[in-house]
């Protein structure tokens, strides 16, 4: 029933490499490093810089948060001046001699 004719021959197995902390740091440095790719750039293909898109764009968010801010205080300061007006108006009516 079990001839030895029929088993099939193994594969050979890959070299164990070396497991201490030493092998693992220059394992790296071993493997050959391949040059950097360049700048990849659309800009000649587009027309236009996607980077600079993106900062006008920056640019117009930030100039409206400001234009905001800046009609809010005046809003603010408005309110506070008619609040200030208001109780002016009452001291002064309090203490006249005539009431």
């Known amino acids: 029933m079990f001839d030895p004719l029929m088993v099939p021959d193994l594969p050979e197995l890959p070299a164990i490499r070396e497991q201490s902390l030493r092998a693992f740091r220059t ?24 980077a600079a898109q993106e900062a006008a764009a ?4 930030v100039r409206i ?11 603010q300061d408005a309110k506070a001046r008619e609040a200030n007006r208001i109780a002016q108006r009452l001291a002064e009516r309090r203490r006249a001699w005539w009431r």
């Open 27 to 50: 394992q790296d440095a071993m493997a050959m490093r391949l040059p950097g790719l360049p700048t990849l750039s659309t800009e000649q293909l587009t027309g236009y810089s996607y």
């Open 65 to 75: 948060a400001f234009e905001i801010t800046r009609r809010q205080q005046m809003i």
């Open 58 to 61: 920056y640019a117009e968010a």
